[in-house]
Structures are given as C-alpha cells and as structure tokens.
C-alpha cells in the first residue's frame, strides 16, 4: 500500500523557474491538500481539493496554483520559483471530502531549494 | 485569525521521564485538535479529540482537550529514545477543510 507519494524528493531551482510537484495517493481519498513548512512556522496550506474538479486556497496560496482532474493526483505548480518558496512541501490527503472524520496521511516530502 | 501555539518550544529529558507537551488554541467554530509526531519525514498520526475531558490512549501517550479553557495535553510516560521528535498539534476549524498546525514541541529524549 503506497499511500501518499511525493516526487520529487529534492529539487533546486534558479529565480523565476517554473516546475510542478507530483501527488498521488492510491487511498481513494476525497480531501488532498498542500502544505509548506518553514522552521518555527510549522504546516500551512497552500492550497487544498475537497474531490476532483473542486480546489479552493488555503493560507498561503499566491505563487502557486493546482488542479484536481482526478482522485488521485494532486500536483504543485510553481510558477515563476523565489528564494521565499524554499521550504518543505508535504501532500496530505484524507478519507471523505472533510475532515473532521478522519486525520491527513503525509506524503514524505519534497525539499525545495530555490537560488 | 485562527491560531494555534505550543509549548515548549524544545524539551530535552532522558529516558524513563514522564513528559507534557501543551497545545493552546484560538479559533473560529472549533471542530477538533489533532496531534502527530514528526520524525525525519512525514507526519504521523496519534490523536484526534474533539470532546472534552475524554482521554484519548495509545501505549504510554495520552492527551485530554479542555474546550472551555482552549487547550489540550499531550503526555508521554516512560519516554524512550523512539520518542525523540517534533510533535504537531492542529486544530480544524470554521468550514472544517482545513486545519491550523502550531509551531511544533521538539522533544529529545537521551538515553
């Protein structure tokens, strides 16, 4: 059971480069979301999908959009990278399309390094 | 703005003490608290409360939320090496799609 898959593990980026982070859960989970984590600043969502075709913002979302075209994938873009946009990146999905009946499942990360 | 603290910030004990991890919240239309432990990587799982006064256990963790006062405990006796990590708390609140992490309690456990 693969659960929450992240790609990639590590990434590096120059100012003003665009890349996509992948990810997929093979739970059959409604919820996913993204979340970014700075040292001192614990988790904070990005943005977040409560079913395929429905995504809505989360805390922090500028400089970052998403589309939900099926359950299982939920992928990042980074549209124009900033050394602000350094940070590790957790996907996190979830049973039904809320959650206060079941708690996120991480993914395990992708460490995003942007010069 | 919802907002979630904890305390301490870091703790260092050695093997076999009891330890209490505090989580203090304020948030619009509060559904629950959840708490995880991070290791190297992803967060993992261990509570989630959403009454007050019922202890939820698991082995030699334990934490209580306390609605009125806005708080929660986690407590972890006997504590091992295993135990070293940071411990997350969250709390879902307002539309209850989302969830509102605190900075974390690093816990370092010596043998």
């Known amino acids: 059971n693969a659960g929450v898959t992240q790609t990639p593990k590590f990434q590096v980026l120059k100012t003003g480069q665009s890349m996509t982070l992948q990810c997929a859960q093979d739970?059959?989970?409604?919820?996913m979301s993204w979340y970014r984590q700075d040292p001192g600043m614990g988790l904070r969502l990005i943005h977040y999908?409560?079913?395929?075709?429905?995504?809505d913002q989360g805390e922090v979302p500028n400089g970052y959009n998403v589309s939900r075209s099926t359950t299982e994938d939920f992928p990042l873009r980074l549209l124009s990278a900033a050394p602000s946009q350094t940070s590790v990146y957790f996907c996190?999905?979830?049973?039904?399309?809320?959650?206060?009946?079941?708690?996120?499942?991480f993914g395990n990360g992708t460490r995003l390094t942007v010069t | 703005e919802d907002k979630v603290v904890q305390s301490p910030l870091s703790l260092v004990v050695h093997e076999g003490d009891t330890v209490t991890l505090n989580c203090s919240y304020e948030?619009?239309?509060?559904?629950?608290l959840l708490w995880y432990k991070q290791e190297k990587k992803a967060p993992t799982f261990l509570f989630m409360l959403?009454?007050?006064?019922i202890e939820k256990k698991s082995g030699r963790l334990s934490s209580i939320l306390d609605k009125k006062e806005l708080f929660s405990i986690l407590n972890i006796t006997a504590t091992q090496t295993g135990d070293s990590a940071v411990y997350l708390c969250?709390?879902?609140?307002?539309?209850?799609?989302?969830?509102?992490f605190g900075g974390g309690t690093r816990l370092m456990v010596k043998p």
């Open positions: 948030v619009t239309n509060f559904r629950s």
């Open positions: 969250a709390v879902e609140a307002r539309a209850g799609n989302m969830l509102t």
């Open positions: 739970m059959n989970h409604e919820y």
């Open positions: 996190a999905s979830s049973y039904g399309s809320g959650l206060s009946n079941s708690p996120l499942h």
């Open positions: 959403t009454s007050s006064g």
């Open positions: 999908s409560v079913g395929a075709g429905i995504t």
